[in-house]
């Protein structure tokens, strides 16, 4: 037994090893349940499958690695293995949300789909590594749960659903332009002037403006509700302290866990801001 479990039971393999990312799949997902009204059977089968497939990236991952010279082949077992558990959950999820009416989800995986694919093909390529832009891209991938948990909330298709997916969308990609600000500032050696940490974070900036400008017209124009733009503010805020208090000899694990209570905020700001 005890063989067994140091060969299939490694937690390395099962579990991504970037935790950070879990925020940009249970941030919409919270939202688009909370913001959908209701739960339903279909809700759970939801959340089950968009875990399910989360969790299939990591094995996917160390078997791209394995059979393109970059990992031992003594990792197969666990990552086979893992792949047929999280595949088959993933599935039996998927056959539980066409049971109960919720068929038209599935146009969903395809962007999903596309995206995996793609960052599988940099793996094999030993390309992933800072790879900012695909990753803005996965979170977009990511952020459909939000449309889907609200549609299956109210019980039917609505637009709104697309509108929650865009904002979400937009605040993970500040969310992960601001992170590899923060990184690339631990590069420094000393404290530069004012002029040259604004250029810096001048891409962060122009992300998180753009998108608090954006939401708080919408939110004038009543097409989002009038109080959303305080939850788009926190990252904003967030950025500008950021940008002008640059993370010298500040640990990535200290910048990752500010950044997720950053992203809790927005996530219970946007939830409660959204009913009012």
Known sequence: MGKISSTILRKHIALPSDHGSWVFLLSPLLIGLFIGGSWRVASFFLIIAALAAFLLRQPLGILVKVYSGRRSRRDLPAAWFWVIVY???SLLA????IIEG?????MLTFPGIVVFSWHLYLISKRAERRQAG???VATGVLALTAPAAYWIGIGTYNPT???LWILIWAQSAASIVYAY???EQRQLTSVIDKQKRLEMGRRSLLYTTFNFITVLILSLLRITPQF????YSVQWVETIWGTFMPAIGIKPTSIGLRQLAVSCVY????IITWHL
Not at 267 to 270: D, G, N, S
């Open 87 to 89: 595949s088959a959950i």
């Open 94 to 97: 998927v056959i539980g949300l």
């Open 102 to 106: 919720s068929a038209y989800l599935l």
């Open 134 to 136: 695909v990753k803005i």
């Open 161 to 163: 659903g697309w509108l």
């Open 181 to 183: 600000l923060r990184l």
């Open 228 to 231: 959303l733009p305080i939850a």
């Open 267 to 270: 996530t219970i700001l946007f």
